[in-house]
């Protein structure tokens, strides 16, 4: 008798998706977005990498610190929380993205405080809307890549590139340095630009859940969401 070979599908159509690797994204997702010490320990590190880098003018330093950020999967966490309609889980998520904003931007504050912001060591940005359009379109494709290597295991060595590619926190590291040299116009384009960022990954990542069929998922993610508040382990039930 000849045997009959099995297809597997979701190696030829990248929207096709299997339940367990929906689950393990979920539970990976929800592994990685934990507001515990790990995750704020290298979210400061990563911070004073970029500001060094940014104070020194040296591209290579401010990569290396964008490698070790790990703000990009709670915004990812946002747009499943959107997808599967869980509002406790973006209420929750979203508290744990402000801090993450907050330490990141006062990074870039500090750091210029202390070393100051030298001469011409800051690039210029020009102050035109097509900037910020330009990285929301970037963002907009990184978010996108990112939940695709997230859900496939396949491509999952493009996320380094991936959070290089969306340049998150440079922008709001530069918004702290501009606050330190009172420079409205540098915080309001940078920050400008780090919003659009944001929205852009959010969106990107929404449009990808959503044609995985993630939104089928509501109960899973309604289980796995006590996981990200801080102070609320969740007990295993027996």
């Not at 509002?87 to 330490?103: C, D, E, H, P």
């Not at 060595?157 to 330190?180: E, N, R």
């Amino acid at each position: 008798m000849a045997q009959k070979k099995t297809i597997d599908r979701s190696e030829g159509d990248i929207l096709a998706i299997k339940a367990r690797d929906q689950y393990r994204t979920i539970d990976e997702l929800v592994k990685r977005s934990r507001p515990n010490s790990v995750y704020y320990t290298l979210l400061i590190i990563s911070s004073l990498i970029i500001a060094f880098g940014l104070l020194l003018g040296s591209s290579t330093v401010v990569i290396g610190g964008m490698l070790v950020t790990p703000v990009l999967t709670p915004i990812l966490f946002i747009a499943l929380g959107v997808v599967t309609g869980e509002l406790g889980l973006i209420k929750s998520v979203s508290q744990l993205i402000a801090r993450s904003f907050a330490i990141i931007f006062a990074s870039g504050l500090v750091t210029a405080w202390i070393f100051g912001t030298g001469n011409g060591s800051l690039s210029s940005i020009e102050n035109n809307i097509t900037v910020p359009a330009l990285y929301f379109s970037v963002a907009l494709l990184a978010g996108a890549a990112a939940t695709f290597a997230w859900t496939r295991k396949d491509v999952v060595d493009v996320l380094p590139g991936v959070a290089i590619a969306v340049a998150l926190v440079p922008p709001l590291t530069l918004a702290g340095i501009g606050l330190s040299i009172l420079d409205g116009a540098f915080i309001r384009m940078n920050f400008l630009i780090f919003m659009f960022n944001v929205f852009g990954v959010i969106i990107g990542s929404l449009i990808v859940f959503s044609l995985l069929g993630f939104y089928k998922t509501k109960e899973r993610v309604h289980r796995e969401t006590t996981e990200v508040v801080e102070k609320k382990p969740r007990k295993n039930k027996k």
